[in-house]
Nanobody
Framework: QVQLVESGGGLVQPGGSLRLSCAASGRIFSVNGMGWYRQPPGKQRELVAGINSLGSTNYVDSVKGRFTISRDNAKNTVYLQMNSLKPEDTAVYYC?????????WGQGTQVTVSS
């Protein structure tokens, strides 16, 4: 079992920044992928950014140049630095951990971008 604890969401004005954190604990395999997904109100969940255990990253086009995903393997923690936030970034953000044969999700953290 893997447990994921997310933090860092909140209310921010357009143009502002937030940093999300997701700490994983339990049976962590050295080969794994972690990522952030989001689900806006009334819409489907989508991948925002992912990073594997080698540090390779990928982003959805709408956040490229504004969001940065990173990880600290010693702490089994993944981060999402979100800059230049827009109202359309408003969503519940979920952390995901995957390794061969396993897939876990965090409980979600609300990000609201509004003036």
């Amino acid at each position: 079992q893997v447990q994921l604890v997310e933090s860092g969401g909140g209310l921010v004005q357009p143009g502002g920044s937030l940093r999300l954190s997701c700490a994983a604990s339990g049976r962590i395999f050295s080969v794994n992928g972690m990522g952030w997904y989001r689900q806006p109100p009334g819409k489907q969940r989508e991948l925002v950014a992912g990073i594997n255990s080698l540090g390779s990253t990928n982003y959805v086009d709408s956040v490229k140049g504004r969001f940065t995903i990173s990880r600290d393997n010693a702490k089994n923690t993944v981060y999402l630095q979100m800059n230049s936030l827009k109202p359309e970034d408003t969503a519940v953000y979920y952390c995901r951990y995957s390794d061969p044969g396993n897939d876990y999700w965090g409980q979600g953290t609300q990000v609201t971008v509004s003036s």
